[in-house]
């Protein structure tokens, strides 16, 4: 596609069908040549070739047209010339007759017409865009059908068509700017969020207030306070926030999953919903109430149930399974503990691992994956697996059967079927399931909270995980980052 | 939604009728509640939720009691046992004394699956 658009640009308005004499087009050009196509970007900006001679130039390849009936050959004009042609000559091969050579792939003049390659498209007069020239026959009048109305074709389209485009997503477009050495940005959550609340802050004067370490954002923000007695002064009604926050139309809380890992995390969340309740965050018509969390695949592993069963169970462990777990402390595993590690990016802790299976990354298998706000979405294979890695359920489902625990799944269905049995919002693929019991379901508790600061969630976030780690564009950022 | 877990003294005020429900962390890995958030089918798994989901959790307060909401879904409730045994139940046309009783029994069937 790339190689066929850049190929008619830079033959641009070249190939013209023109009705009749039309001589004095200004438009005229000789067709481009070798340099130019070398060079294709800047072809609207060239100059407009002065006047060229009209005499027949030679065709592509010496070839010779001939008419079987006399009274069937139409004229044509390619970039102005004219040329004789029998009827039911192609584009393209009205195009070699004025000898201008289309390029193409898929075209060859002993083979069936494809007409799939888009490298032979070239600009036709009154049609919208550009023809692929090899399978749209040469007509000396633009091409419009002759049928008044009356066509089959259109009637089937009318019942049976579809006139709407099927992508649904947002059209991403990124301006050339200086964007450092990122061709795209992560795909970090943090990153988006903050993009998020800069867009709401510039465009509906959002007033945003945040309480952790003193960060320098790109957007007004209110710096509260760095621990979690500010949590409670906000929710006992005792700081300036409350107000705002009891105020606002549409009032967000996002809590950073970091707040988990603290001894006093049910206080603090207790602070947070209070918070939440007082200001009117959750209501039937909106629930701004947010966990953002800090590692990818952590909801769906909260969903399926994987949470520590004991603390400190990776300090007394004699045998570690890493299921891709490249975060994991791996300080906290006994020296003589048994490692198996599977993954993909072979980031710090197959260093550590006695045996390493291989998994296949998510770009070269289907998978369900579900972001941070709870929505499902499937992906397919881009790219075929390397080496001898294999699908993670693969994997599991292999040393079941060694192990003679043989699970009762053994395809990709069956995997799903299982899925449905323990977390069934991850198959509804695309939807993001409310949450419809209040949490005010939880065990009351007496806990008070810690006075400690809260701490840096992403020290670096260019570097959250192990593909961002294996990567050498997220290493100069860091470095970047660093410098500053 | 999400069972934060919380360390609590354990209340042992209806311990004496029932005394199964604070013994559930014993015999079962993780118990699960797939419920529809609005269908009829649901209601009586909803309404059970509703009600006893804090007096469990508190008298169990280590184990996984996850509840899953899914437009849709039938009800049911899941208890994992020792080694990867499961054992599901579905809900549907149940009271909230039947699904009481469908726990019960689970918990009770727990001892035979223990290692």
């Not at chain 1, 069908?17 to 438009?27: A, D, G, T, V």
């Not at chain 1, 992560?186 to 003193?214: D, F, H, L």
């Not at chain 1, 409350?242 to 707040?259: D, F, L, R």
């Not at chain 1, 697996?385 to 009762?408: H, M, Q, Y």
């Amino acid at each position: 596609m790339g190689l066929g658009l850049l190929a008619s640009k830079a033959m641009r308005p070249t190939t013209r069908l023109i009705n009749f004499q039309n001589p004095n087009n200004l438009f005229l050009r000789t067709i481009v040549s070798k340099p130019e196509l070398r060079n294709p970007e800047p072809a609207a900006a060239q100059p407009e070739q002065p006047l060229v001679d009209l005499s027949p130039r030679t065709p592509v390849g010496g070839a010779r047209v001939h008419f079987p009936n006399p009274d069937d050959a139409i004229e044509v004009f390619v970039d102005g010339y004219p040329v004789k042609i029998p009827k039911g000559f192609s584009v393209l091969q009205a195009c070699e007759v004025a000898g201008v050579d289309i390029p193409r792939f898929c075209y060859h003049s002993r083979l069936s017409i494809a007409g799939n390659c888009r490298m032979c498209l070239v600009e036709v007069e009154k049609s919208p865009k550009p023809v692929a020239s090899c399978a749209m026959p040469a007509l000396p009048d633009c091409p419009i059908c002759d049928q008044g109305g009356e066509c089959d074709l259109q009637d089937q389209s009318m019942a049976f068509g579809s006139d709407r485009g099927r992508f649904t997503e947002m059209k991403r477009s990124v301006v050339d700017k200086n964007l450092g050495p990122l061709v795209k940005t992560p795909r970090v959550e943090a990153a988006m969020v903050n993009a998020r609340i800069r867009k709401s802050v510039t465009a509906n004067q959002a007033k945003v207030g945040y309480i952790g370490p003193a960060t320098d954002s790109n957007y007004d923000s209110q710096h509260l306070g760095t621990g979690p007695q500010t949590l409670v002064d906000i929710a006992e009604g005792r700081h300036s926030f409350s107000k705002i926050i009891s105020n606002a139309k549409h009032p967000v809380i996002i809590v950073g999953a970091g707040i988990f890992e603290r001894k006093d995390q049910d206080a603090i969340f207790a602070a947070v919903e209070t918070i939440a309740k007082q200001g009117n965050v959750v209501r039937s018509d909106w629930n701004g109430l947010n966990v953002l969390l800090l590692h990818a695949a952590q909801a769906a592993a909260l969903d399926l149930g994987l949470v520590p069963q004991s603390e400190n169970s990776l300090e007394s462990a004699k045998f570690v399974y890493l299921m891709g777990a490249d975060d994991t402390n791996l300080d906290k595993i006994p020296k003589d503990a048994f490692v198996v590690y599977q993954g993909h990016h072979g980031d710090k802790s197959v260093y550590r691992a006695n045996v390493i299976l291989p998994a296949a990354a998510f770009s070269e298998k289907e998978g369900i994956y579900e972001n941070t706000e709870g929505c499902t979405q499937q992906t397919w294979p881009a790219v075929p697996t390397v080496g001898d890695s294999r699908d993670d359920w693969k994997i599991i489902r292999a040393l079941s059967e060694v192990a003679e625990v043989r699970l009762p799944y053994d395809t990709i269905g069956g995997v799903r079927a299982r899925l449905r049995t323990v977390a069934p919002n991850l198959v509804q693929i695309d939807e993001r399931e409310p949450a419809a019991l209040p949490s005010s379901l939880r065990p009351t508790f007496t806990q008070k909270v810690d006075p400690t600061p809260f701490g840096v969630a992403v020290e670096n976030f260019y570097m959250t995980d192990a593909i961002t780690r294996a990567s050498k564009i997220m290493a100069q950022c860091s470095a970047m980052l660093l410098k500053k | 939604m999400y069972a934060f877990p919380v360390r609590l003294p354990l209340d042992t005020s209806g311990w004496k009728a029932m005394a199964w429900r604070g013994n559930l962390s014993k015999n079962i890995k993780e118990l699960r509640f797939l419920l529809c958030q609005s269908s009829p089918a649901s209601a009586s798994a909803r309404a059970f939720v509703e009600k006893n989901y804090k007096e469990l959790k508190t008298l169990n307060p280590k184990l996984p009691i996850l509840i899953r909401e899914c437009s849709g879904v039938e009800p049911q409730l899941w208890a994992r046992y020792d080694l990867g045994v499961e054992k599901g139940i579905k809900l549907e046309g149940m009271t909230e004394p039947q699904i009481s009783k469908v726990l019960e029994d689970m918990v009770k069937a727990g001892e035979a699956f223990k290692a």
